[in-house]
């Protein structure tokens, strides 16, 4: 089956570490994205990728790195640099060149800092 | 105004009755647009593509107004299972970025 895939579920993280969450794809999609939510707001866009080796910083980039090394992979770290981690992560996915810009979602990661 | 904007609700309406959210954009010059479900904590899932000459699929009609700058999401004889959060998006310019709505949150109600 095709789709998006993020690991873990959950994720629990001491203050001042840094980690890593994962998003994987087989749909053979170009673009690739993270988001965040928090309670009582929309989606926010951390960074984006539209191809391999090349990625963009979105709107709340500061404290979060990602890379693009593979077209099915784009992992997104969250360092001890960014101050409100604590958030349900959002990875997508979309083919880049059409015109009506669908995304497909993965199950999420929820971030907790201790 | 925002670049977009929806009415949080909730709407709690019973089974069987029709409803509609507007949601509106400020970026005149978008061309697609989308309503997404979100269920609680999960992720967000396309629903429909909005486009100019409006789309229906069984009960869900959604609608783009360009001239007031707002799109709608009618669902009619509402079924438990849309009990939902309903994100409208927009895109926001450059390649394949978009812009989500905060939601409107649906409760259909025995």
């Known amino acids: 089956d095709g789709g998006i895939t993020q690991s873990p579920k959950y994720l629990f993280r001491k203050e001042g570490q840094n980690v890593t969450l994962s998003c994987e794809q087989n749909?053979?999609?170009?673009?690739m994205y993270w988001y965040r939510q928090d309670p009582g707001q929309g989606l926010r866009l951390i960074y984006y990728?539209?191809?391999?080796?090349?990625?963009q910083k979105g709107d709340i980039a500061e404290g979060y790195s990602v890379s693009r090394e593979k077209k099915e992979s784009f992992p997104l770290t969250v360092t001890s640099a960014q101050k409100n981690p604590t958030a349900f992560y959002l990875c997508?996915?979309?083919?880049?060149?059409?015109?009506?810009?669908?995304?497909?979602f993965g199950p999420g990661t929820r971030l907790t800092v201790l | 105004r925002k670049e977009v904007e929806q009415d949080p609700g909730p709407f709690n309406v019973p089974e069987g009755a029709t409803v509609a959210f507007n949601c509106t954009y400020s970026?005149?010059?978008?061309?697609?647009f989308f309503w997404y479900r979100q269920d609680c904590r999960k992720e967000p899932k396309l629903l429909m593509s909005?486009?100019?000459s409006g789309n229906e699929d069984g009960r869900f009609t959604a609608q783009l107004n360009r001239a007031s700058q707002y799109i709608s999401l009618l669902i009619r004889d509402s079924k438990l299972s849309d009990s939902a959060t309903y994100l409208c998006?927009?895109?926001?310019?450059?390649?394949?970025?978009?812009?989500f709505g905060t939601g409107t949150k649906l409760q259909v109600i025995p």
């Open positions: 997508a996915s979309g083919v880049t060149g059409l015109a009506d810009n669908e995304q497909f």
């Open positions: 749909l053979n999609h170009d673009a």
């Open positions: 990728s539209q191809i391999v080796n090349d990625f």
């Open positions: 970026n005149s010059a978008s061309q697609s």
């Open positions: 909005v486009y100019s």
């Open positions: 998006v927009v895109p926001s310019g450059g390649y394949q970025k978009v812009t």
